[in-house]
């Protein structure tokens, strides 16, 4: 594994630069790896990693501070990212750039305190190119989060997946935006969004807000999003099977949340994200 | 000796009358088969026993074994015996299978259930029910076949044992194979425990398997004629007519629903109160 702001990289990895206000990062072709990047290190300097063609790296990030990070994916190449935070919550911005046949999953396990501003902006520029994203997020207290995914499909047979899921409780609120462009000319893609916010409180503000431009006939294109009580007829089925009222809503819960669990690879990162869900249901 | 008796019980569901005055009493070993027109109340009965907050008892009396189960939440009657195999078991997305299944397990257990004990008893009834073990891992019911998640109730009720078993049209969705293995599975545990079942289904067929000790008939609300097993026969041959002519009671006709908005597998009571 590399530790991509404490290692030098050696020219066989790749290469690095640092400008004043800027880190950037070139990954080889053909490199196989896993890379930490700890945010806390970026000291708010802009971070942009280029993977180049046929790259299969798994990007794991870790940190709570404010962070822009711009990864450019190449040709091919199959490219991981999650992040996990538990801490303070902060400003993030990503953006990816994915070329023909590139593979991207993202994963981000949120369960900060305190106020948010999380931004994925993922262009889909190569043809065949393919981007999931997975959300779960906890509010709690008087927590705002606001979590803002959009997806630009500029190349024919592009395919793109959101699936936001969020648990809000006391005062908190969340906001889910999904943004879906198909340009013209970007035939054969297909892009779905998926935002579901569970609502414990009635303080609580949550809003989930999809949104598909189209610019395109022959395209697939869905969008699905509820907000709303714990399913009252879901309660009622484990309560029948002689779990309590508050044992059958946290594993309910639960299972809002824990499926972001089998996206993260190192045992460490599920055991840690697990015990985070576990303290704050 | 468990027994269960339903005293001049009512139920309401969204304001509207749907039980008027059900009794009934159901002792240990004993399989009573329920039937009835559909819309008459078969599954608000086995609903309002089990406690769904939806129905609401505004009188009369369930008692298990004099203890007042309408004082009791929906666990603590789980926990005291009762078990509803459900009409529609609701799909749970997120919960996987086998954390459930565990989870209700201990619910009725003082000291948690062993992973290698769990694991032991789970093979056995998946086995039993022909279901493969790769369905523990799924999500409780998620994207589940109407078979499947039939089977799933079966299994469930081989898992928690219970001493007093409600299936409510558990044959619906059932291929013939799936049916003779649900049919073998309450068929075992009859043979092995003292449980006793309250079983609605519309065709004779499950209770050919089965073999009913009783059935009970509910017509608008009501018990209205309670029999031996040849009063399936009837019914399966004449259907519910007779009981008009020979016991002058007068049935009420399902309320009209909307082909439109209701569809094959729709409850005809929740369809009817939607109106």
Aim: proline share 2%.
């Amino acid at each position: 594994m590399i530790d991509l702001l404490r290692e030098t990289l050696s020219k066989e990895i790749g290469e690095k630069k640092e400008l004043s206000e800027e880190l950037f990062f070139s990954f080889n072709e053909e490199i196989n790896d896993k890379v930490c990047i700890n945010l806390d290190l970026l000291k708010n300097k802009k971070l942009t990693i280029e993977c180049r063609k046929n790259c299969h790296i798994n990007f794991f990030e870790i940190g709570e501070n404010n962070s822009n990070i711009h990864y450019i994916i190449g040709e091919d190449s199959e490219i991981k990212m999650t992040l996990f935070s538990s801490s303070k919550g902060a400003n993030k911005v990503y953006t990816f750039d994915l070329s023909n046949s590139a593979n991207l999953t993202c994963a981000y396990a949120d369960f900060c305190f305190g106020d948010e501003n999380f931004e994925v902006n993922i262009n889909l520029k190569g043809e065949n190119s393919k981007a999931i994203w997975r959300l779960a997020t906890l509010a709690s207290n008087d927590d705002k989060k606001r979590i803002s995914v959009s997806f630009n499909h500029e190349d024919i047979n592009t395919y793109s997946e959101m699936n936001n899921y969020g648990v809000s409780k006391d005062d908190s609120e969340i906001r889910f935006l999904g943004t879906s462009t198909i340009k013209n000319k970007a035939k054969k893609s297909a892009a779905h969004q998926n935002a579901r916010i569970m609502v414990f409180d009635e303080r609580c503000r949550a809003e989930a807000d999809p949104v598909l431009c189209i610019d395109e006939n022959d395209v697939e294109a869905s969008h699905a999003s509820v907000v709303g009580k714990i399913n009252e007829d879901h309660v009622f089925y484990l309560c029948s099977r002689g779990l309590s009222e508050s044992e059958a809503k946290k594993l309910i819960t639960l299972g809002y949340l824990n499926p972001i669990i089998e996206f993260f690879d190192d045992e460490n990162s599920k055991n840690n994200i697990a015990i985070a869900i576990e303290k704050k249901v | 000796m468990k027994t269960l008796v339903i005293e001049n019980l009512h139920v309401n569901v969204d304001d509207k009358e749907i039980l008027k005055g059900v009794n009934l009493t159901i002792k240990e070993n004993e399989t009573v088969a329920l039937l009835g027109p559909n819309g008459h109340g078969k599954s608000t009965l086995l609903a309002a026993i089990m406690g769904n907050p939806r129905y609401k008892v505004t009188e009369g009396k369930i008692l298990l074994d004099g203890k007042d189960l309408l004082a009791m939440s929906v666990d603590e009657r789980a926990k005291s015996g009762i078990f509803l195999a459900m009409q529609y078991p609701s799909e749970v997305p997120g919960v996987v299978n086998a954390d459930f299944l565990k989870a209700a397990i201990n619910s009725c257990r003082e000291k948690p259930i062993g992973l290698y004990e769990f694991y032991r008893q789970l093979e056995s009834a998946s086995k039993t029910m022909n279901i493969s073990m790769e369905m523990a891992s799924r999500f409780l019911n998620e994207g589940f076949s109407g078979g499947e998640k039939k089977r799933n109730e079966i299994l469930q009720l081989l898992l928690l044992k219970p001493d007093f078993a409600m299936l409510d049209e558990i044959d619906s969705g059932l291929d013939v194979d799936a049916l003779n293995c649900v049919s073998e599975a309450i068929n075992n545990m009859k043979n092995q425990s003292t449980i006793s079942f309250l079983v609605v289904s519309h065709y004779a067929r499950l209770y050919q398997l089965i073999r009913p000790t009783r059935t009970a008939i509910m017509i608008n609300g009501r018990i209205v004629i309670e029999g031996g097993p040849e009063l399936i026969s009837r019914i399966d041959k004449d259907g519910y007519e007779w009981l008009k002519y020979e016991l002058g009671i007068e049935i009420k006709k399902e309320d009209h629903v909307d082909m439109r908005t209701t569809s094959i597998g729709s409850c005809a009571v929740k369809e009817t109160i939607k109106k």
